[in-house]
């Protein structure tokens, strides 16, 4: 997604009526215009999604607490279809398969063998995947395979 889509959905919600979608657009739209104010520079595809996620782990954390209280299901469910819209505009997670696949190549060709290179390799992986992959499965992953 860049930040021309962002603006085309966030018109077709105001359209649509579309208030849980519209508001958490704006959220989406408030990061970046920050990100731009603080660098002075527009933003690139990559920072919109980073501001994406960024937005999308702000709202399950908000959606945990919500659940943890269980004092006001309407906002709880609000927050559960706001975290639903975020993930529709995110890209595919790389899983399975074609995650074990990035890790045994990133361990193959830098020769991570020990537990002290866990750091790096995740780091690498997480890079290669483009920060689109569970970061915990990656680690859970590597440290299977790491002495």
Request: glycine share 8%; with cysteine.
């Amino acid at each position: 997604m860049n930040r021309e889509q962002l603006t085309a959905e966030i018109t077709q919600a105001m359209r649509d009526r579309d208030k849980p979608r519209l508001s958490i657009l704006r959220m989406v739209k408030n990061e970046i215009d920050t990100r731009e104010k603080e660098t002075g520079q527009t933003v690139s595809d990559e920072e919109v999604v980073s501001a994406l996620k960024k937005v999308l782990k702000q709202t399950g954390e908000t959606l945990e607490a919500s659940e943890k209280a269980g004092t006001d299901a309407e906002r709880t469910a609000l927050l559960q279809t706001q975290a639903e819209i975020l993930e529709g505009y995110l890209p595919e997670q790389v899983t399975g398969d074609a995650l074990l696949a990035i890790v045994e190549r990133v361990l193959d060709e830098h020769g991570f063998s020990e537990k002290r290179d866990m750091g790096r390799a995740i780091g690498l992986v997480v890079a290669e995947t483009g920060g689109n992959c569970d970061k915990a499965e990656v680690a859970r992953i590597i440290g299977s395979r790491l002495c």
